[in-house]
């Protein structure tokens, strides 16, 4: 199981991994070898994460998601099949916490209070008069 926060955790075996060939380092192995690594997450067939968390998933994860509620994540910033699917892992982990995580409570606005408007305008008028005490003599010279 791969733990996402303390509540939600998915099963490896709902991850496939495919590789292909890198674009990118590799030097010579680079037309050799499948170094990159293609995860597929069935997100909205998945039974332990929750329908909030699968909305929020679908919106974060933008076009990396299919039609069919497949999550895409392809690593191959680096040059080993290892370390590839320890990046493309970690990505998912990271995006399926940010989906976990609650969007903050919605902001209620407030009108400036009538001392604050009181004190904007005071703040004002000394501003004024402080540019018209620069402006110095003008022609009587």
């Known amino acids: ?13 709902e991850l ?5 060939r890198a674009s990118g380092p590799g030097g010579q192995n680079v037309n050799k070898l499948e170094t990159a690594v293609q995860l597929r997450f069935d997100a909205m067939a998945s ?15 933008g076009r990396r998601i299919t039609k069919e509620g497949v999550l895409v994540i392809t690593a191959q910033r680096h ?5 590839n699917r320890e990046d493309a892992l970690e990505r998912l982990v990271e995006l399926l916490r940010e989906a976990a995580t609650p969007p903050p409570p919605p902001r209620r ?8 408007k ?9 501003r ?8 110095g003599r003008t022609g009587e010279e």
């Open 1 to 13: 199981m791969i733990r996402i926060t303390h509540r939600i955790s998915i099963a490896e075996d």
């Open 16 to 20: 496939q991994e495919d590789f292909l």
């Open 47 to 61: 039974p332990n994460l929750p329908t909030a968390v699968k909305e929020r998933l679908a919106t974060l994860a």
């Open 79 to 83: 040059r080993t099949r290892e370390r």
């Open 109 to 116: 606005p407030t009108k400036p209070s009538r001392a604050a």
């Open 118 to 126: 009181a004190r904007r305008v005071d703040e004002k008028t000394r």
């Open 128 to 135: 004024g008069t402080t540019k018209r005490l620069r402006g």
